[in-house]
């Protein structure tokens, strides 16, 4: 676990239940929802606090399972009522998800109070969520340093006006390909990203799933492989751990150079690595800090090459 | 221009005459075909003999195009009847080519003979063509050390069982994911490549479009970024300007170790994205050595992230 010099993450999302059907299984009732995968990705690197609620039917071993990732639950309403529940499918093609059925339960009503030693906040994730609640929450945060917001096509389409604003409020946007195209009318990623950009985020990530994660910044290009894995059994919750390790890292080093943010993506993409391993949460139950460690230095492998060997083929290129 | 120390690639596909339409414009009866767009790009690393047929209407201009590349036209038979003609057009999504009409002409008849100096190539790209032509070149090339080919779904579905006889000849093959994913039936690219692998190749390299390349080869496994490009103006070509890149920069150096190739992958990533900024092969006729220089020391920015800080992040990620 994360020592206490790191620097606290909040995180706002969905917790929830989800039936998943994928070419490789299928599962019922597990734990789900864009908080609980960013809290555990984030866990690993740094103290969380969890801001989202749940109905009366949460089940008990989920709330055992965050507090055994020290995930503050302060924040974690419990009422009366149905938890938020979510059921979809995947085809061969994983990066594109088939949602069959919605259930708001309890989120309908839900209005995020913060509890006080939530309120300085250094770094926030904004997970996906109604852009409404987003912005409720950075209300009553005091001074952060560093704020990320994650998004999706239902918000974009229903919500567009709100998410804007949320826009506007973060250092850090993270977005689907898909999901940028349609927000921005444009199928150039590049262009999608600066028009993302000039909405307020100085930071803006794009998630191709199999295809790796590129970010954006102030002269700043950054590619990021994907890992390969000869299969991926469950694509739920890809995109937020991703989020969740990059925030993760970003509040452990408290350090938001460039630099460091190259690292973080990689960071990222490590644990939606793992997530998507096994269904729900199942991978992150048994992961460890090495595993953790390992992997990052095979992304440095998969993505490394030398450097032009400057004279040999320069004299070559240019010489007659 | 390359020196003469570099040693010769070989190379063997299409030269046609293209109409071709994108979002961006419209060009009608430009030079085109793959190894057109290979043997330029590999001629700004190594000196090329070119292996192909035109008719007796094929523009003398394009002809002069080749001979101010240096490219050796000893192996380009001019022979009665019409030249290749391809005509397609590309919608938003540049990935993906759209095929209006495809006249054989001159390439019905076509039977390679490769003239003496031609036969001891060290190096040898069988750019997308017939696979029995593929085959043909091959059986007159005395001793090659590196054979790389490239093919298209055209050729998966109607010449298959000639196409694994090829891909059991060769050191590398290059084929774009939409193809590899017809040819193995998979929609994993992890197993696809170890398939492909399987057929003969020791690496396989698969070209993603605007989401770069991957490379895999025994215990090697390499992904290669795309450039930004805000517009992609003309996608016709980038696939053979990526294999030319790549095994003229192979040639050039005659160097195939694991991290040589993965160098010769970017040279042909570098390659594709000067291609596709313009229509047919214009980008080539103001290309720069100096500019293919920059645009490597630019895919390596983007690539770039710094190893793990092992002791901070490791001991607090193990330490309780």
Request: aromatic share 10%; glycine share 8%.
């Amino acid at each position: 676990m994360p020592d206490s010099n790191s620097s606290s993450l909040l995180i706002v999302g969905s917790v929830g239940i989800d039936d998943v059907k994928t070419p490789l299984g299928e599962v019922n009732g597990v734990l789900g929802g864009a908080a609980s995968y960013a809290s555990t990705a984030a866990s690993f690197f740094t103290p969380v606090q969890m801001v989202a609620v749940v109905g009366d039917d949460f089940p008990r071993e989920h709330i055992d399972f965050f507090r055994s990732r020290n995930i503050d639950l302060a924040g974690l309403q419990q009422v009366p009522g149905p938890t938020f529940r979510w059921s979809g499918f995947y085809d061969f093609d994983v990066n594109q998800a088939h949602s069959l059925d919605t259930q708001l339960g309890v989120f309908q009503d839900f209005r995020p109070e913060l509890p006080d030693h939530y309120r300085d906040a250094d770094f926030v994730l904004l997970a996906n969520i109604d852009p409404t609640l987003q912005l409720q929450v950075l209300d009553q945060i005091r001074n952060p340093r560093l704020v990320m917001c994650d998004t999706m096509n239902f918000w974009i389409e229903s919500k567009r006006d709100e998410l804007i604003k949320v826009l506007g409020r973060v250092n850090v946007a993270v977005i689907n390909d898909g999901e940028a195209r349609q927000l921005c009318g444009t199928f150039s990623l590049v262009k999608a990203a600066q028009q993302i950009r000039e909405m307020g985020p100085e930071f803006v990530i794009i998630k191709k799933g199999e295809h790796g994660a590129v970010m954006f910044g102030p002269g700043l290009h950054f590619s990021a492989p994907s890992y390969p894995l000869e299969e991926v059994r469950d694509p739920t919750g890809a995109g937020d751990s991703f989020a969740g390790g990059f925030m993760g890292y970003v509040a452990h080093t408290q350090d938001p150079s460039d630099n460091n943010l190259r690292r973080a993506v990689i960071y990222g993409s490590v644990m939606a690595s793992f997530d998507v391993e096994d269904f729900s949460q199942n991978r992150m139950k048994s992961l460890t800090p090495q595993e953790v460690a390992a992997r990052y230095r095979a992304f440095k492998q998969i993505a490394h090459f030398e450097a032009m060997e400057e004279l040999s083929l320069l004299e070559r290129l240019s010489g007659e």
